[in-house]
């Protein structure tokens, strides 16, 4: 059974940093392009960033570039998400994800002073 | 950026109907299209992915339809589980954009 488990999230100030991880099972982690995509209050979904199977290359929507940054660790079967310069509109549910198929529970992210 | 249009964006229904929800993408996008069902305070599920393939466990009332710029999700015969959000994703290019999503109502 896939299974995708986020943790990490939490309360942090405007300016702010805070690591995500996401810990996969059930499927071979090493094959696969994960994505980071987020949700905020209310709102629909937000394509954050991916990374190829190596993390060889990456992605970012222009909304999280120079901010953020995706990793993983395919003997861990770890997904990473690095942020930095946190802002209040970042505040959201992140969701790990794998290829067009499977989501995580996601974490909340709470950007505020 | 591809950008891609739902309609509507919400509507109401009855228990038994059969529902449409369109997704138009600004660009064409082959048959690279995701569908997802939220229902609140749950991580999306996937429904659909190329545009017409069922993921392995979704009920066979939920269709797929289209290519290029449109496409489709069809629920035929409504259930009381299916009152949620749908949204579409593009996967052609990145970033893989969302469709605004489709709130779906009991009626």
């Known amino acids: 059974e896939v299974q995708l488990v986020e943790s990490g999230g939490g309360l942090v100030q405007p300016g702010g940093s805070l690591r995500l991880s996401c810990s996969a099972s059930?499927?071979?982690?090493?094959?696969?392009?994960m994505h980071w995509v987020r949700q905020a209050p209310g709102k629909g979904l937000e394509y954050v960033s991916a990374?190829?199977?190596?993390?060889?290359?990456?992605y970012y929507a222009d909304s999280v570039k120079g901010r953020f940054t995706i990793s993983r660790d395919n003997s861990k079967n770890t997904l990473y998400l690095q942020m930095s310069s946190l802002r209040t509109e970042d505040t959201a549910v992140y969701y790990c994800?794998?290829?067009?198929?499977?989501w995580g529970q996601g974490t909340l992210v709470t950007v505020s002073s | 950026d591809i950008q891609m249009t739902q309609s509507p964006s919400s509507l109401s229904a009855s228990v038994g109907d059969r529902v449409t929800i369109t997704c138009r993408a600004s660009?064409?996008?082959?048959?690279?299209l995701a569908w997802y069902q939220q229902k609140p305070e749950k991580a999306p599920k996937s429904l659909i992915y190329?545009?017409?393939s069922l993921q392995a466990g979704v009920p066979s009332r939920f269709s797929g339809s289209g290519s290029g710029t449109d496409f489709t999700l069809t629920i035929t015969s409504l259930q009381p589980e299916d009152f949620a959000t749908y949204y579409c994703?593009?996967?052609?290019?990145?970033?893989?954009?969302f469709g605004g999503g489709t709130k779906v109502e009991i009626k």
């Open positions: 994800v794998k290829e067009v198929d499977y």
């Open positions: 059930g499927f071979t982690f090493s094959t696969y392009t």
């Open positions: 990374i190829s199977t190596n993390g060889g290359s990456t």
């Open positions: 660009q064409g996008i082959s048959s690279w």
């Open positions: 190329a545009a017409s």
């Open positions: 994703q593009q996967y052609n290019s990145y970033p893989l954009t």
